[in-house]
């Protein structure tokens, strides 16, 4: 697969069991994701260890990023490793990734996100976004600072948090280069026509603004 731009990224939700994961992935690959991110937190790093080698069959083993757990993003050579808050910091993951490797890093202000490109991260997260599931109770950030974030930062940032393909321009639009999803891929009753929706908005926005 070309390294289709911009980007969409799918982040499993910790709801699925494994085989139902490797179905949602496998289809959603072929409907246009380019990086899928394990984010299971409950799981041990054994287990996760078994899902990227296992997904590591269906797509490009440099399209895998592993949550949190630099150990198992290191030894199965993936694409990298996303930190989260309460993940090592960026320079220790540094000592344990191979060359190639990118880390990102989840970043919810301004600060959070200079923070994180002083430690020389390779992109960031940003959200949530719009209200989500996945944040009962928690507001949502919106785009003005997300927009200050990507005119004064050059790295790249990836909007998450209650992304449906209607939104996707309002994400692209405050400067993200791409979007990251959970509910609306993994909770979808077909896995390759909702990734394929993502995948034709982000090119229609791209395609209309540039
Ligand atoms: C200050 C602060 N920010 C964020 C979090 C949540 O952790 P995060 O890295 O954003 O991981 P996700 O749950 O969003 O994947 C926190 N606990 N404290
Ligand atoms: C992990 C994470 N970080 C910020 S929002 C979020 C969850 C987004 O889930 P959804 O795409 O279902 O709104
Ligand atoms: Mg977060």
């Given at each position: 697969?070309?390294?289709r731009?911009?980007e969409?990224h799918l982040?499993?939700?910790g709801?699925?069991e494994r085989?139902?994961?490797l179905r949602?992935a496998?289809a959603?690959y072929?409907g246009?994701?380019?990086?899928?991110?394990?984010?299971?937190k409950?799981?041990?790093?054994?287990?996760?260890?078994?899902?990227?080698?296992?997904?590591a069959e269906?797509?490009p083993?440099d399209r895998?990023?592993?949550?949190?757990?630099?150990d198992v993003?290191a030894?199965?050579?993936?694409?990298?490793?996303?930190?989260a808050?309460?993940?090592?910091?960026?320079?220790?993951?540094?000592?344990?990734?191979?060359?190639?490797q990118k880390?990102?890093c989840?970043v919810?202000s301004?600060?959070?996100?200079?923070?994180?490109?002083?430690?020389?991260v390779d992109?960031?997260?940003y959200?949530?976004i719009?209200?989500s599931g996945?944040?009962?109770?928690?507001?949502p950030?919106g785009?003005?600072?997300l927009s200050?974030?990507?005119?004064s930062?050059?790295?790249?940032v990836?909007g998450?948090g209650g992304i449906?393909?209607?939104n996707?321009?309002r994400?692209l639009?405050a400067?993200?280069a791409?979007?990251a999803v959970l509910?609306?891929i993994?909770?979808?009753p077909?896995s390759?026509?909702?990734a394929?929706?993502?995948?034709e908005?982000l090119?229609?926005?791209?395609?209309?603004n540039?």
């Amino acid at each position: 697969m070309d390294n289709r731009y911009p980007e969409l990224h799918l982040v499993t939700s910790g709801r699925q069991e494994r085989d139902s994961l490797l179905r949602i992935a496998e289809a959603a690959y072929a409907g246009g994701i380019t990086y899928l991110h394990i984010r299971e937190k409950q799981r041990t790093a054994r287990e996760i260890m078994e899902w990227a080698v296992a997904l590591a069959e269906i797509m490009p083993r440099d399209r895998i990023f592993i949550n949190d757990r630099v150990d198992v993003a290191a030894a199965t050579s993936c694409g990298g490793a996303h930190l989260a808050y309460h993940s090592i910091p960026a320079a220790a993951a540094r000592t344990v990734l191979k060359p190639g490797q990118k880390i990102g890093c989840s970043v919810h202000s301004m600060a959070e996100a200079q923070a994180a490109l002083s430690q020389k991260v390779d992109y960031l997260f940003y959200g949530h976004i719009f209200a989500s599931g996945s944040k009962p109770g928690v507001a949502p950030r919106g785009t003005e600072e997300l927009s200050e974030i990507t005119c004064s930062l050059d790295i790249p940032v990836i909007g998450i948090g209650g992304i449906k393909p209607d939104n996707v321009g309002r994400v692209l639009a405050a400067g993200c280069a791409g979007v990251a999803v959970l509910s609306g891929i993994t909770e979808a009753p077909d896995s390759k026509r909702a990734a394929q929706a993502y995948r034709e908005a982000l090119d229609r926005w791209r395609e209309e603004n540039t």
